[in-house]
């Protein structure tokens, strides 16, 4: 019997919190890479300015924005190289409700770069989240991750432990349905907002955003390896702290939908 035979909907009064996820989901087994070790990157931003990422070591960092709002900071990172030459690069910086997740995806044999900030907003009396998007190029070429509908019509199922399995099923551009079969949210499923950015051939930089919970995941998913590399960001409302959660996946391709010509008649 598998685990959809005994599940049944669950009202989001009765949902776990954030936090739930993180024993089940485990460690993010993929190795770091030391291949950014004393570069810098410098990251154009909206408004002609340009952000700095100095990568001292192959685990510090840090960084500086100009601009009006001209900041600086130095923190941990992890950057794993994906594929040859194209990394994800994570970091917190700021605590509480001022913590924010930066995660960075560059491509050295284009020079395509997109940075993604999650962070924390209010909305009334609950903590919500929002993510910012920024796409640019190091080396002043055309090359860009744009919008693509690659994974629309597709069903994956996501090993992320032996404990927690989902599946993804890609609607439309900008909307995907979840669902877990295994895990500490078994049972759960909802439809959220998503966007999803081409990078490579069959490589995709993948965001959603949830309704319910207090969740952002900025990811790669790569079909050809058959695996996922990222992280999620939220807030855990009942310990009132950020849930920081990287992970990485293995993945199938269960189908992908095509619609019949439609030739109705009566």
Known sequence: MTATDIQDYVPENEWPSVATMLNGFGDQTLPASAALAGTALHVPQDGGHTTTYTFHHAQSLTWTAAGEDRHSGAASYKAIEA???????????????????????????NGAVTTAVSSFIAEGDKTRCTTTFSHGNVEGSAALHSRTNGLVGKRIYYRYSDVETYEHIYLNAGTFT??????GEAGLADTDRC??????EDLYLFFWTEKVMTVEAVLLIDLREQRSIGRMFGWDEPAAEPVILPFNSRLTVLNHTEYPQDNYKH
């Open 83 to 109: 594929r040859e030459g194209i990394f994800i690069i994570d970091f917190i910086r700021g605590e509480d409700h001022q913590a924010e997740n930066v995660t960075i995806i560059f491509d050295r044999n």
């Open 178 to 183: 979840w669902h877990c079969l295994r895990g």
């Open 195 to 200: 966007l999803t950015f081409d990078v490579g």
